[in-house]
């Protein structure tokens, strides 16, 4: 099973589009989900996506196979060109620094940006990132962000948003 989080309901569409997946609730979150995976729409900012994830992870037994991801968009410097799908291989969050893969340097943040010397930012990856790195059954996870704007989260859309997770999907190699 591939379990996937997101913090907004428009970047969750993109996968419900493609996948024609269904809509349920699981304890407080919005799910989508079909045979092969289950989307979870977990709101802005680092608790929600932390207890998202954990609520996904209690719910459902883990097996070797599964895959955790966390995906959505992010703002970044203007070496990231808008809508490329960046693999995210360090977070930085309250000053500590996580690396767990190869991959691009995302900020986890309290609130948007506005400029910076920043790689990549959001307001969820570590979230995601510190529930299953605790979960030792857990053996597959990833972060993926969408670059959706250089510092100027202002200029953002539902519609904007959705159309460029979904343009990035088959890049995703899911299955």
Avoid at 16 to 43: A, I, P, Q, R
Avoid at 109 to 115: C, K, S, Y
Avoid at 125 to 135: E, I, L, M, Q
């Amino acid at each position: 099973m591939i379990y996937i989080v997101t913090a907004l309901k428009s970047e969750a569409q993109a996968f419900v589009d493609k996948y024609k997946l269904k809509k349920t609730t699981l304890k407080n979150y919005t799910l989508f989900f079909n045979e092969h995976m289950k989307v979870v729409v977990s709101n802005i900012g680092v608790e929600n996506a932390r207890f998202a994830t954990q609520t996904l992870i209690n719910y459902y037994d883990i097996t070797d196979e599964d895959i955790y991801i966390n995906i959505g968009v992010c703002g970044a410097s203007k070496k990231h060109s808008i809508g490329k799908l960046l693999k995210i291989g360090t977070i930085i969050h309250q000053e500590l620094t996580y690396s767990f893969n190869e991959g691009v340097t995302l900020t986890c943040v309290e609130q948007e940006i506005h400029g910076g010397d920043f790689e990549a930012v959001d307001m969820e990856s570590y979230g995601f990132y510190d529930a299953v790195v605790h979960n030792p059954a857990i053996k597959n996870f990833a972060i993926y962000k969408v670059v959706s704007d250089h510092y100027e989260p202002h200029t953002l859309n539902k519609d904007m948003v959705k159309s460029l997770l979904f343009k990035q999907l088959d890049n995703l190699e899911l299955f």
